[in-house]
Structures are given as C-alpha cells and as structure tokens.
C-alpha cells in the first residue's frame, strides 16, 4: 500500500460544510472542502442571504444525492498573488503531486461516509494554487475520479472543474492555449462534455485585469474567446467568471463583440470575498447580500445578448474569514506563535 503523502491537521465547519487542513511532507499547509449548495430562490433566498442563523441555512441546503461541492489544492501556495485571493500570502513552494491531488479526494470521501451516492459531485481543482501550472497531474487526477470512488464503493456523477486565470506560459512551459487544449480534451473525451471550464476573468479591461493578477501575463479575453471558438463543445459551456467590484469595468457589449455568444458561453457573477488582500488592496463589492439586486441587474445585461448567466452571493452566516488559503495562514501563523490572527 503506498505510504499517505499528507498529515490531517485541522477542520473549521461552517453552516453548509467543512474546511479542511492537510499538511504535506515537507510541512506545507493545504486546503480542501466539502460543501453543500442552497436551493432556494425568492423571498426564502433573501432569507438565507441575509441570516445570521446557520439553522435558516441547513433547511435549505440540497440534499448531497442531488449535489454535492468538493475542491482540493493543486500547489503548495501558489505562483501568483492576486489582490483578491489570500493564498498568495503563504508564498509558493511548489506543485503537488498527482498523488496528493488525489488523497485529497480520498481523504474528502473518508470524512464523509454518509454521501455513498450523488447525482452531480462537482469538484474543483482550485483551492489553493493556480491549476494550469500543474495540468499533468491535475488533469491525470481529474481522469482518476471515477476509479476512486469505485475502489472506495460510492456512485458519484463526476463533474470536475477547471477555474484557470489562463497564464500565458505557465511553471513547466505549455502555453495558455495548451492548457485549454489538455482541459478540453479531457472534458470531451473523458467526461462526454461534463466538466467544467471556468474562466477567472474579473473585468473586460485588459490593464485592469492585469492589475488584478498582480501583473501575471495572462491570455487576453478576445484570446480565449476566439480560441475557445474554434473548438467542438457539448453538453457543457465554456464559464466566464467574474467578481464584481466597485469601479472595475465589465463590458457586456465588448464581450459580444468578441464573439462572445449563449451556445458556447456562460457567465457566473459573485461577490468579492472578505479577503486580507483585497482589503490592503482596497478592493469593494460591488453587490453582495444587501444589493443583491445589482448583481441580479448586471446579470440580465448578459441575458440581453443571450447569454445565460449564474449570479452568486455569500450569505452573511458564511462570511467566516474562510476563503481559500485563510485557514492554512491562521494555521502558519500560529505556529510561528503569531497571536490575534
């Protein structure tokens, strides 16, 4: 039996699941999670919005049958440090192997036996690192999900997913466009088309999106959509997402001009996340559960032009300083005896 790779270190639950902490061998901290989905809309989706009670949240949460939300870490840190992501700030030692990719889904499914089944187990490969850095073993993991939950005796409907800020030549030399190339192979191929290519965009300004990535060289939105355009996509669509912020441009107009259209595309719009980065950087929300409305409104922007469109929010309950990276930077911290963290 191979020896594990990884250490359990610590757990922090939040209404709708659990963040968990591994340590590697060399002693780095990464995360992974179990989450569940609300499915409420209307009235009873304000409610859970705007609820400082995790018992408004556990009457509507979906059943882990019907879904079930997973995401492992790729790297140890990561390459980049966006000004809205924390993970940045534990600095970067390396990719994880496809073996630690995968003992993170081991150790996920271990921790819940209760889930033996689920229609839809979407598990992205994004909580801490930058994917494309790492497509070998991303990609030779996401193959192996169906392996594991078959050596481990549970029926899963794999749906995994790749949220890529597209650098333009990652750690190991592939290009952006190879990137796209090995995802979309894999979707295709391996997963008939379900999988989940999700495109961190952030804003229509290319300078600005630059910015945001902290200067990382990244393909142009008229790139990816002009050569995700030329490719065979079924049963599922590309995924621009962006997180919506005060004073950064998201152009609906420019996106169709690009070519963006509803039979290749959707958009998934969210919230900035409480993030220490994003407050030294002096990031804002544009919308988050008190303007609920305004992300509805830029949604029906995109509706405008045919393009379906997800508008996300984060409840109040779960605003808990647990985004990813948070919890392995408390756990660094206090083990460099750092107090009031």
Not at 35 to 46: A, I, L, P
Not at 217 to 230: F, H, T
Request: charged residues 25%; hydrophobic residues 35%; contains cysteine.
């Amino acid at each position: 039996m191979t020896e594990k790779a990884l250490q359990y270190k610590n757990a922090f639950y939040l209404p709708s699941g659990r963040v968990f902490l591994l340590e590697t061998k060399d002693g780095y901290p990464i995360e992974c999670t179990e989450m569940r989905d609300v499915s409420v809309q209307g009235k009873e989706h304000y409610e859970v919005r705007n609820t400082q009670d995790p018992h408004v949240i556990w009457n509507h949460l979906k059943p882990y049958e019907e879904k079930w939300l997973l995401t492992v870490s790729t790297q140890k840190g990561c390459v980049h440090r966006c000004h809205f992501c924390d993970v940045g700030n534990l600095g970067f030692n390396g990719n994880l192997s496809q073996q630690e990719i995968e003992e993170q889904v081991r150790f996920l499914l271990e921790a819940s036996p209760y889930v033996t089944h689920s229609k839809k187990a979407k598990i992205g490969f994004a909580r801490m690192g930058e994917p494309a850095h790492n497509l070998e073993n991303v990609l030779g993991a996401m193959r192996n999900l169906p392996r594991i939950s078959q050596e481990m005796g549970r029926d899963y409907n794999w749906l995994p997913c790749f949220n890529s800020i597209l650098p333009r030549k990652t750690i190991e030399g592939k290009t952006g466009f190879d990137v796209l190339d090995g995802i979309i192979e894999v979707k295709e191929k391996d997963y008939d088309g379900y999988l989940h290519l999700q495109i961190s965009c952030n804003s229509t300004d290319e300078d600005k999106r630059r910015e945001l990535f902290a200067g990382a060289d990244v393909l142009s939105l008229e790139e990816v959509v002009g050569y995700i355009n030329q490719k065979r996509l079924h049963n599922r669509t590309a995924t621009l997402n962006f997180i919506v912020m005060k004073g950064v441009e998201i152009n609906v107009d420019k996106l169709a001009k690009m070519g963006l259209t509803g039979d290749r595309y959707s958009v998934k719009l969210i919230p900035l996340n409480n993030t220490i980065r994003a407050q030294t950087k002096h990031l804002e929300t544009l919308a988050n559960y008190t303007n609920y409305e305004d992300l509805v409104k830029l949604g029906e922007e995109f509706n405008r032009i045919g393009v379906p469109t997800v508008v996300d929010a984060i409840a109040k309950c779960e605003e808990a300083g647990l985004c990813c990276g948070q919890l392995a930077h408390i756990f660094v911290n206090k083990s460099n005896g750092v107090k009031n963290v």
